[in-house]
């Protein structure tokens, strides 16, 4: 079974950092894009940012550009996202998903294949 599970959410205050992580098991991340999205209540799913598993390229939400940073580590089959001068309007449930390829649009969440269970950031 594919596996991917999502960790480091929290509460903090704006302005505050935090930093997701994402690992796999039962999968590799070789020659797949790594993609973590968010939904809010209410909202659609959304993607914010992604990686193909040689580091490169990456891809960001407009949203989240200059605060937010994706990274991977293959020895330990995890991708992070660190999230810095989070803002109110960053409150959601984040996912990681994957998928092997590259996506037409790295933004859909019909693109992936495979979800964790989320993690939520709240921040007051």
């Known amino acids: 079974d594919v596996q991917l599970v999502e960790s480091g959410g929290g509460s903090v205050q704006a302005g505050g950092s935090l930093r997701l992580s994402c690992t796999a098991s039962?999968?590799?991340?070789?020659?797949?894009?790594i993609t973590w999205f968010r939904q809010a209540p209410g909202k659609e799913r959304e993607g914010v940012a992604s990686i193909y598993s040689g580091g490169s390229p990456t891809y960001y939400a407009d949203s989240v550009k200059g605060r937010f940073t994706i990274s991977i580590d293959n020895a330990q089959n995890t991708v992070w996202l660190h999230m810095n001068s989070l803002k109110p309007v960053d409150t959601a449930m984040y996912y990681c998903?994957?998928?092997?390829?590259?996506?037409?649009?790295?933004?859909?969440?019909?693109?992936?294949?495979?979800w964790g269970q989320g993690t939520q950031v709240t921040v007051s």
């Open positions: 998903t994957a998928r092997l390829g590259r996506p037409v649009r790295w933004y859909s969440p019909r693109e992936y294949a495979y």
């Open positions: 039962g999968y590799a991340f070789t020659y797949n894009y």
